[in-house]
């Protein structure tokens, strides 16, 4: 008896099975998002693989390896619905690699875009956010590129290797990115994305097939958000220096001039920064201190570099070099946009909490006056696999 | 059972005619009527069964002596009342080892079923079993199912007798006991029990004793058949009795104090009580370098797993969890499943049944056309089947490593276990994802630990946990370290004393 109830239990159990189930070939995987706003409404751009063309196995019929669907609605997420009017498959988006926002509605706010990605259940927070620089986001996602066929890859890829080997780009994941709104005294950047040539020809199967395609995208400039509006960018080299201040350099090089004339050239293997906030007079400064570590890697002047003086000077150079781009950065920073990208107030909020409960509500002001001096130390270890300079052999 | 014994009759003749009238006139049995003594006194019948019976020993040392060698006078002399008769051709005239005396029909048919003669004197109402059997036999082979590549070559053959001389050659003891039975009504089947007396438990000999004793069955056939009657969980995938063609194996389980059952008839002897990791446990483990052997015992786990699990968790993940898949792997997943026409589920349950199918043809049919077939099956299930669409390329991946990892396993129940169970949880991953997986493992625990082989836990020594046993169960210690026998199924423990190898000191 117990089992003839057990197993109409046991049945019933299955019919609760399968409400989520999507098959692989249902879904359009979408590796890209990018929203644009025009008109009051916004624009969505997804860029979705065509997996058949992506496969190694199959050689494909010669389509574009993704296809890029759009819609409009009143919402974010109403346009993205407004996708399945023109897509046969519903999207799927645990996939996504980047989310690119356009220009102009950065400089509107961004906040109900990251309600959105941060609150659908489907993506995840390991997605990089960017900026698309004086174009739309549309029109990014709309460049074929080489190498990596998929273009949301390429551009993850490379805002992932230029943030480790060159260090002036920032990848910015949605995680990162809240936090940064979130904190008090510390406001968040994305890293810029910009189309090289021919904006039009992007999209087309001829950009891949010559050696130089007529449309490139490139990782430019930092945009600079104070809450959670674009106010600016950043030059590389600023950009360069804002990661040194915030302690984000993977590695990256610093080039400076020989008292001679020429220049030389120090891979950084290591570099590290503390803020440190101290009130001096009532008023609040703030202490950078940096300390780098690193390679030569090329010499383009007469410097003897078996000296040990050599060295120190070279040192010496550089040091000042990193304290002028800090100071640079700075200085741009304060002047021009007011917005605490650097967490200098997250560091008073930290060692002086007190003062900074008073100097909270008007901070902007205080920020762009505030006082930081910056403490540069640099370590140059090795000169690579010859001592001095080719130039000193070449006989005249 | 306990029928009335018919006796035998005084005249020779009504025996003859009794026997051949109960055995249907059957063209085998040779009924040999002849005279002894002096001038002829005695009529004597000898009867035995042809093929059964070995005719030159009987020749040459019973019917020769009897009615050549002996000189009658000397029996005359010794017979001066009638009833020595017997006791004088016994003493004097039989040149065979085994003889026994025969006073009724039932006994009597049995011994002359068995391969004995019979040896009936007219005017005696009792006579002679006269052992003679010769039973035809494969010899000692190679065993087919379990082989080795380190390790003895002999297997179990069909003849009980063979297989207990190959136990007893390997343990030489006087506490190697062994008790028989007759087992089934019409083929009345040898049965030995065979167990070393102080290291088996004695409760298992004696619940042992009292299962085999309640099987009422006109025939056991194979050693399957004795295994159904006496195992616990009837239903349960998993096997509770281990069975084997190993001399070797046998003994190792002698030693650690369990009891093997010796079936005449069928080389698989079975070994009881039978616990989960001893299905993972190849004989070869002891005779490898303790590293390789418990590398190889972890590989057999692992691979115990994939061959349950694999197609299950294909299926949850392509159909449920696509974010545990790199991007990469998805999409090229995803471009083999463009265009094929079925679920991921449907999919998989083809393939396994192609399988299935392809493995039973490859079991039962005739050796000749195997290579026609694997033919057949490799392109039907491989190339084909992929190439028309109908299936993606990964979803043979998964069920070949599937189909591979199932015949790893030594022993070929646990392996059966997991094909049945693969199909379970290809239908709840279907259902439920990961989850449902997840539900499906739990419930397979708690089964597990609910199983027990006579008496003894199933998945001892995990649960119920013994720490010191952990260094035979998963992996394979070096064997001066296993000081002591599984204490879940011997009841005297202490294997050897000193651990490390003997040393200067």
């Known amino acids: 008896m117990k089992k003839r109830i057990l197993f109409p239990i046991i049945l019933c159990l299955f019919l609760a099975g399968c409400w989520d189930k999507k098959e692989l070939n249902e879904l359009a995987i979408t590796m890209a998002l990018g929203v644009d706003k025009i008109d009051d409404e916004y624009h969505v751009s997804v860029q979705v693989v065509v997996p058949g063309e992506v496969s ?8 574009s390896p993704v296809t890029l669907l759009q819609a409009k609605g009143s919402t974010v997420n109403e346009a993205i619905r407004n996708l399945t009017k023109v897509s046969p498959r519903t999207g799927y988006f645990g996939h996504l690699q980047i989310v690119v926002i356009g220009e102009s509605l950065a400089q509107e706010g961004i906040t109900n875009i990251l309600d959105f990605v941060s609150r659908y259940y489907e993506i995840r927070s390991d997605f990089y ?9 549309e029109k990014i996602l ?9 273009p949301a890859n390429s551009i993850f890829n490379i805002l992932h290797t230029s943030e480790h080997r060159l260090s002036n780009t920032r990848a910015v994941t949605l995680a990162k990115i809240i936090v940064d709104l979130e904190r008090e005294g510390k406001e968040g950047v994305l890293t810029g994305i910009y189309i090289m040539g021919d904006e039009e020809s992007g999209s087309s199967k001829q950009n891949v097939e010559s050696i130089t395609p007529t449309a490139r995208l490139k990782m430019d400039g930092i945009a600079v958000f104070k809450e959670d509006k674009l106010v600016g960018w950043l030059t590389d080299e600023e950009g360069k220096a804002y990661n040194v201040i915030t302690d984000q350099v993977k590695t990256t090089i610093g080039t400076f001039s020989c008292p001679e004339g020429g220049k030389v050239n120090v891979h950084v293997s290591k570099s590290t920064s503390k803020l440190k906030s101290k009130i001096v007079d009532g008023k609040p400064e703030i202490e950078i201190d940096i300390q780098i570590s690193g390679n030569i890697e090329e010499i383009d ?10 060295i120190k000077m070279l040192e010496k150079t550089y040091e000042e070099q990193v304290e002028k781009n800090v100071n640079q950065v700075i200085q741009v920073v304060q002047d021009d946009f007011q917005s605490d990208i650097f967490g200098f107030g997250a560091a008073i909020h930290r060692s002086n909490p007190k003062e900074w409960e008073e100097i909270k509500s008007q901070w902007d002001t205080e920020f762009s006056e505030i006082k930081a001096t910056v403490k540069a130390k640099v370590n140059i270890r090795h000169f690579g696999t010859v001592n001095n300079p080719i130039q000193e052999n070449i006989k005249d | 059972m306990f029928l009335k014994k018919t006796p035998l009759n005084l ?4 025996n003859i005619q009794h026997i051949k009238k109960k055995l249907g006139e059957s063209s085998d049995i040779i009924i040999r009527e002849i005279r002894i003594g002096k001038e002829g ?6 009867f035995y069964i042809d093929g059964l019976s070995n005719t030159p020993s009987l020749q040459n040392f019973v019917m020769e002596t009897l009615m050549i060698d002996i000189s009658i006078s000397q029996i005359e002399n010794e017979e001066s009342p009638n009833s020595n008769l017997m006791k004088a051709l016994k003493d004097y005239a039989m040149t065979v080892g085994e003889i026994k005396d025969v006073a009724n029909f039932e006994d009597l048919f049995t011994a002359l079923l068995s391969g004995d003669v019979i040896f009936l004197v007219d005017g005696y109402s009792d006579g002679f079993i006269i052992g003679n059997k010769h039973v035809i036999e494969r010899g000692v082979t190679e ?3 379990q082989s080795v590549v380190r390790g003895p070559r002999d297997g179990f053959s069909e003849n009980i007798r063979v297989n207990t001389a190959l136990i007893r050659r390997r343990i030489k003891d006087p506490s190697l006991w062994m008790e028989s039975k007759e087992i089934g009504r019409l083929s009345k089947t040898n049965v030995s029990i065979m167990y070393i007396n102080g290291v088996a438990d004695d409760k298992i000999v004696k619940e042992l004793h009292s299962r085999l004793d309640r099987i009422d069955i006109d025939g056991i056939l194979e050693s399957a058949n004795i295994e159904e009657f006496i195992q616990d969980s009837q239903y349960s995938p998993f096997p509770t009795v281990y069975n084997t063609e190993r001399p070797d194996v046998v003994s190792a389980a002698l030693l650690e104090g369990r009891i093997a059952i010796l079936i005449d008839g069928t080389p698989f002897v079975l070994i009881i009580p039978a616990l989960f990791v001893q299905f993972f446990q190849s004989s070869e483990d002891y005779y490898q370098r303790a590293i390789l052997g418990s590398l190889v015992r972890l590989l057999r786990f692992l691979a115990f797993g994939i061959s349950l699990l694999a197609p299950a968790l294909f299926v949850a993940v392509i159909t449920f969890h696509h974010e545990i898949i790199p991007p990469a792997l998805l999409i090229s997943i995803a471009a083999q499943r463009e265009g094929v026409p079925f679920p991921a589920f449907i999919e998989a349950v083809i393939m396994e049944i192609i399988f299935e199918i392809l493995r039973e043809a490859g079991l039962r049919m005739p050796r000749v056309i195997g290579s026609a077939m694997s033919i057949v099956g490799a392109f039907v299930i491989g190339t084909a089947a992929v190439e028309a669409g109908l299936i993606s390329a990964a979803m043979v991946i998964v069920v070949s490593i599937t189909a591979i990892s199932s015949f790893v396993s030594p022993t070929y129940d646990i392996a059966i276990a997991g094909r049945i169970l693969r199909f379970l949880f290809m239908g709840i991953a279907a259902s439920f994802g990961l989850f449902g997986i997840m539900v499906g493992l739990i419930a397979l625990i708690l089964h597990l630990t609910s199983l027990s082989s006579f008496g003894v836990p199933y998945m001892a020594p995990i649960a119920p946990y013994s720490a010191s046993e952990q260094k035979d169960t998963f992996i394979r210690m070096p064997i001066w370290k296993l000081l002591s026998r599984p204490k879940y199924i011997s009841k005297n423990s202490v294997r050897q004393k000193y651990p490390a190898p003997t040393r200067k000191d």
């Open chain 1, 56 to 63: 190694s196995m199959k050689g494909g019929s010669g389509q």
């Open chain 1, 129 to 137: 956010l960017l900026v698309a620089k004086e174009t739309t986001a």
């Open chain 1, 142 to 150: 709309n460049v074929q590129t080489v190498l990596e066929r998929i």
């Open chain 1, 301 to 310: 002047c007469q410097i003897d570099v078996t000296k040990e003086e050599t």
């Open chain 2, 11 to 14: 005249e020779l003749q009504e």
């Open chain 2, 41 to 46: 006194t005695f009529k004597v019948g000898i």
């Open chain 2, 143 to 145: 065993p087919t199912a």
